[in-house]
């Protein structure tokens, strides 16, 4: 049987330590998992390492868990993604921070453009990005991830072309005149990727990218949908410049 990971916010975990897990990681271990004491599991709190525990007591509310060990962790790729996604509809967005987690970028940014489909006031937004950030740590749980990607406040596609602005940035065009796989660029600094959403971007935002200095990429000879694009560019970067090879 694999062993669950569960992510605790803690700023300090050792060894011998006994603790409560959180109400979320309770919940999960208790009535999701169902998990006795006595059973092990994997404890990380997104700096790099995970702890071995073992279950010590269950209740309805809470459940407790000792420290049995410490073990640093390094999968963590050596290209820096900087993902900026386009906010898209339905769960196409939850979809894609799921996978990109999993692929191994660093941060994830949520974008509106012109023609993003969604559109929320600031509060379902807040709601929205707690969401988001649940299912970076539950993407982390399952891919043996120790660090947990950052997720910044949503920007519009300017103020993203001047955050982290000493990374490269690439946006996807279906009439670039080179391939994201072909490119030959210095990306020790990170990489900046702009995904659209499906609409793409407006000829004001693509014009303001060339301004920029943001390289136009393809990714091939059809159009693909706004997360099969951003997965997909993700994986030819890191097969071309991260752990993938």
């Known amino acids: 049987m694999r062993v669950p990971r569960i992510f605790e916010p803690a700023e300090k975990i050792y060894p011998g330590q006994e603790f409560a897990l959180g109400e979320d990681g309770s919940g999960h271990v208790g009535r999701v998992l169902r998990m006795q004491p006595g059973m092990e599991l994997t404890i990380f709190n997104g700096t790099g390492t995970d702890y071995p525990a073992v279950i010590t007591g269950v209740s309805k509310r809470e459940v407790t868990v000792r420290i049995?060990?410490?073990?640093?962790?390094?999968?963590?790729?050596?290209?820096?993604?900087?993902?900026?996604?386009?906010?898209?509809?339905?769960?196409?967005?939850?979809?894609?921070?799921?996978?990109?987690?999993?692929?191994?970028?660093?941060?994830?940014?949520?974008l509106s453009s012109r023609y993003c489909g969604v559109r929320l006031p600031a509060d379902r937004m807040e709601k929205k990005c707690d969401q988001w950030r649940k299912i970076i740590i539950s993407a982390c749980e399952q891919c043996g991830r120790s660090i947990v990607p950052a997720l910044s406040n949503v920007m519009s596609i300017e103020e993203f072309l001047d955050y982290r602005s000493t990374s490269p940035c690439l946006n996807l065009h279906p009439r670039?005149?080179?391939?994201?796989?072909?490119?030959?660029?210095?990306?020790?600094?990170?990489?900046?990727?702009?995904?659209?959403?499906?609409g793409g971007l407006s000829d004001e935002e693509i014009a303001l990218t060339r301004?920029?200095?943001?390289?136009?990429?393809?990714?091939?000879?059809?159009?693909?949908?706004?997360?099969?694009?951003?997965?997909?560019?993700?994986?030819?970067l890191q097969n071309c410049y991260g752990d993938m090879k």
């Open 176 to 198: 670039a005149d080179i391939s994201i796989g072909r490119m030959k660029m210095d990306l020790s600094d990170g990489v900046r990727l702009i995904i659209g959403s499906e």
């Open 68 to 110: 049995s060990g410490e073990r640093k962790i390094l999968n963590e790729s050596p290209l820096r993604i900087i993902l900026g996604q386009v906010i898209s509809r339905g769960d196409k967005m939850d979809f894609t921070i799921q996978k990109a987690v999993e692929l191994g970028v660093s941060e994830i940014v949520p």
């Open 211 to 236: 301004e920029k200095g943001c390289t136009e990429v393809l990714l091939g000879p059809r159009v693909l949908r706004t997360e099969t694009a951003a997965l997909t560019a993700i994986s030819i």
